[in-house]
């Protein structure tokens, strides 16, 4: 394993109970960075808390991310407690249920669109001042292919997904002389919990559009994300950076 150097720094990571976000936060405590697990599910945090104890442990907030007042309380929380806002990695989500565009209730939609989309606006407003005040962060957004290609049966996802790479663009270019920097990855399927969510056909469907003929692992997004969010990426913002096995050439 490469060492990447986090001393020092702070970190929060959504939807870090489990899969890619608790992956992306041992990563970032073995580089020597605080880190927090914000989530919505209270037992998985727990669980993910004794498994990172072996790595230095990590900080919990059980976190509404749909919540614009929730996610700002518990801003304000991390900042009184680590005195910086260093990295905030945008990583909570959900795949929803597999349906036609015109099978989908609205209720179905929305909430794919209020977590996968909406809770990563509402982080960025909540802790982009305090790293405007620092002259220093690094956001990294969890997007996906999906985005880009837009999969059939996955409307939702695939839009709000397609929202965070432009969100992601439009931010990194706003902060762009702020020493603040905003990067996305944008994974084909990562072997996670995630695809209980799917049904095989749509699983078959994924993996058969990638080239290295298997899905990604959670390292593998947890390397890139430790890159992106150390003082060693400074000349990337607004970028999309593809973890697809081939899945994506462009």
């Known amino acids: 394993m490469n060492q990447i150097d986090l001393q020092g720094r702070s970190a929060i990571v959504t939807g870090g109970a489990r899969g890619i976000g608790l992956a992306i936060a041992k990563r970032l405590l073995i580089s020597g960075a605080r880190v927090s697990l914000w989530d919505r599910d209270a037992a998985a945090l727990e669980a993910a808390a004794k498994a990172m104890a072996g790595h230095g442990g990590a900080q919990i907030q059980v976190v509404d991310l749909t919540s614009p007042d929730d996610v700002?309380?518990?801003?304000?929380?991390?900042?009184?407690?680590?005195?910086?806002l260093d990295i905030l990695v945008n990583n909570a989500g959900i795949a929803g249920v597999n349906k036609k565009t015109w099978e989908l209730s609205p209720s179905e939609w929305r909430e794919v669109v209020d977590l996968d989309l909406n809770a990563v606006f509402f982080c960025c407003r909540a802790?982009?001042?305090h790293m405007m005040d620092k002259s220093y962060g690094r956001i990294v957004n969890i997007a996906s292919i999906a985005g880009k290609e837009g999969n059939p049966n996955a409307s939702h996802y695939s839009a709000a997904k397609a929202g965070v790479i432009a969100l992601n663009k439009s931010l990194g270019k706003e902060l762009a002389q702020s020493g603040v920097l905003v990067n996305?990855?944008?994974p084909a399927v990562i072997q996670t919990d995630i695809l209980k969510q799917l049904t095989q056909e749509h699983i078959d469907y994924l993996l058969s559009k990638i080239p290295m003929g298997r899905f990604g692992k959670v390292e593998e997004a947890a390397a890139l994300v430790a890159w992106l969010a150390s003082a060693e990426c400074s000349f990337s913002t607004g970028a999309v950076f593809d973890l697809s096995g081939g899945r994506a050439t462009y």
């Not at 700002?72 to 910086?84: D, L, M, N, P």
């Open 72 to 84: 700002k309380a518990a801003a304000a929380v991390e900042r009184k407690q680590y005195g910086a």
């Open 127 to 129: 802790v982009v001042p």
């Open 184 to 186: 996305c990855v944008t």
